[in-house]
């Protein structure tokens, strides 16, 4: 991994968490942005060199949407900048780790993103992420 990239947060209504976290990091949302595949609304505020998503369900059957259900409101996952993300999928499934696609998907951020199977992390949902360019 190179670095952590950023964290992802679950949300109810990003408008009010927008309001929350600028309050909060003392800096407005950089970018909003609907990635319709995930069924999420996201946001992103930058603090030093971590972004900070958050993401709110666009539908009820959105992933973001039945987390909240589960857990409620929080901390979702974890994203680490890896290079080139096919390579580090491959390494990390050598190595015992599910993945929950078989290739990167495009996310929000201009990224590829695949998750890793909490069920191998300690129940911390791992984003693999790499710029698209
Ligand atoms: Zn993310």
């Keep these: 991994m190179n670095k952590l990239e950023h964290i992802g947060i679950a949300v109810k209504n990003l408008e009010e968490s927008n309001?929350?976290?600028?309050?909060?990091?003392?800096?407005?949302?950089?970018?909003?942005?609907?990635?319709?595949?995930?069924?999420v609304k996201t946001s992103f505020f930058k603090v030093g060199d971590i972004k900070i998503e958050l993401l709110e369900a666009t539908h009820s059957d959105s992933p973001i949407a039945r987390f909240i259900e589960k857990k409620g409101e929080g901390v979702h996952h974890l994203a680490f900048d890896v290079q080139p993300i096919e390579e580090k999928m491959e390494n990390l499934k050598s190595e015992g780790f599910g993945l929950l696609a078989d290739t990167p998907k495009p996310g929000a951020d201009n990224k590829k993103i695949v998750f890793l199977h909490p069920k191998t992390t300690n129940s911390v949902l791992v984003e693999l992420c790499q710029d698209r360019g």
């Design 19 to 39: 309001r929350l976290f600028s309050r909060l990091l003392g800096t407005d949302p950089y970018k909003t942005e609907i990635v319709e595949r995930e069924g």
